[in-house]
């Protein structure tokens, strides 16, 4: 089946010690998004990918970065981990142009030690 | 895009209807009503969307309101399945540069059995 596929499930990483979590999706949607997801509150974008062009949402802190090497695979890289950046990190395609749904992976959750 | 207020949380019982409110009153024209959930423990999905007419898939029903500014989630008949968080969010038809989708409270739906 056609899906997102988010690696590892569970990630644990020290303070300040750079980590990365990987989104691959077999949608071929030209669009992909990330969002973080703190425990009790909603989805909340960090930025998103429309083919090779990155969009960063206004209020994503620096410490958050991405790539996108090809249509497939979407990277989220944090440089410097924070106690306040344990969170549910969500990826997620879609189809421009067609407004519709978007296709949520089943997170990777962060926890930064 | 513009907010959406729900009620933080609902309950149900199995196997009877649920109707989730949601009310939008500075809709625009351009904006399209869209509704996720999100299950415990995983990534948020698609339920359904609309525009200005009701609209029926496999999941659920939507009823908009005439003037647009409300709208009510129907799920026909609750299972313990359906037990999530339910989010009614607003899309600006316009925005064909990534279908982004900002996330509010939602409303968190319990089904009893």
């Known amino acids: 089946d056609a899906m997102v596929i988010q690696n590892p499930r569970y990630q644990v990483t020290q303070f300040g010690k750079p980590v990365t979590l990987s989104c691959s999706q077999t949608l071929n949607h030209n669009v992909m998004y990330w969002y973080q997801q703190k425990s009790s509150q909603a989805p909340k974008l960090l930025f998103h990918y429309y083919d090779k062009d990155f969009n960063n949402e206004a209020d994503t802190p620096d410490n958050f970065q991405s790539r996108r090497p090809n249509t497939s695979f979407c990277f989220l890289d944090i440089r410097s981990p924070g106690l306040g950046d344990a969170a549910m990190y969500l990826c997620?395609?879609?189809?421009?142009?067609?407004?519709?749904?978007?296709?949520f992976g089943p997170g990777t959750r962060l926890t930064v030690t | 895009d513009a907010k959406t207020t729900q009620p933080n949380s609902m309950e149900s019982n199995e196997e009877e209807p649920v109707h989730l409110p949601c009310n939008h009153s500075t809709i625009s024209g351009t904006d399209y009503i869209h509704w996720y959930r999100q299950l415990p423990s995983q990534g948020p999905e698609y339920v359904i969307h609309g525009l200005t007419s009701n609209v029926n898939n496999r999941m659920a029903s939507l009823a908009i309101a005439e003037d647009r500014k409300s709208s009510t989630l129907i799920l026909h008949r609750a299972t313990l399945r359906d037990a999530a968080v339910y989010y009614c969010i607003l899309r600006d038809d316009l925005d064909n540069a990534g279908n982004m989708l900002t996330f509010g409270g939602g409303t968190r739906l319990m089904v009893k059995p």
């Open positions: 997620a395609t879609s189809k421009a142009g067609e407004a519709y749904e978007q296709y």
